[in-house]
């Protein structure tokens, strides 16, 4: 029954970290057709650090796709979700242990370097050329500030994060 009630539990704080994924994602967020600067990683590292990689990816995944089809900025691309799904496995790969200061700091840079200056930079600048029919080097160039820019928060962010989850995660949800 213990084994019901903690799968039940996961269930909720997932859907609870995609509802806020979308609102972050969707409402609180700077959105143009090339260039998009928010805070909607916070669910997935919350999931990463709370769940590990699979919950997190699918936070990303399945927050990119519903709010995509709740609240649409644009047309729907599933390279865009598999953006997230990846990044979401990235996360929980380098946030779910806990480590000492020094060690969470070079995790969430890593984290946040892979997911912002590979996926975000490659990956999301060809889904953007595909969607939109843009050449890619020009839109990659437009592109790097703001990757930059969300490698910093992200790995300030993730840091920030690392020890109440922990605390969290200690305090309520596995175990318990």
Request: proline content about 5%; aromatic content about 12%; overall charge positive.
């Amino acid at each position: 029954m213990k084994k019901y009630l903690n799968a039940t539990k996961m269930i909720v704080y997932l859907g609870l970290l995609t509802a806020l994924e979308i609102v972050l994602s969707r409402f609180l967020s700077i959105n143009a057709w090339n260039t998009k600067i928010g805070f909607s990683f916070i669910p997935i590292v919350a999931a990463a650090i709370l769940f590990g990689p699979l919950p997190a990816a699918i936070v990303g995944a399945l927050g990119d796709f519903l709010g995509a089809l709740i609240f649409p900025i644009g047309p729907y691309f599933p390279g865009f979700t598999a953006t997230a799904f990846i990044c979401g496995i990235v996360r929980g790969l380098f946030l779910r242990k806990k480590h000492s200061f020094g060690k969470t700091v070079l995790l969430s840079a890593v984290s946040a370097a892979i997911c912002q200056l590979i996926l975000g930079l490659f990956l999301n600048t060809l889904w953007i050329g595909i969607l939109y029919g843009t050449e890619y080097a020009p839109l990659l160039i437009t592109r790097i500030t703001q990757c930059v820019l969300l490698f910093v928060v992200e790995t300030a962010v993730a840091v920030g994060l690392s020890y109440p989850l922990r605390r969290l995660k200690e305090a309520f949800i596995i175990n318990k």
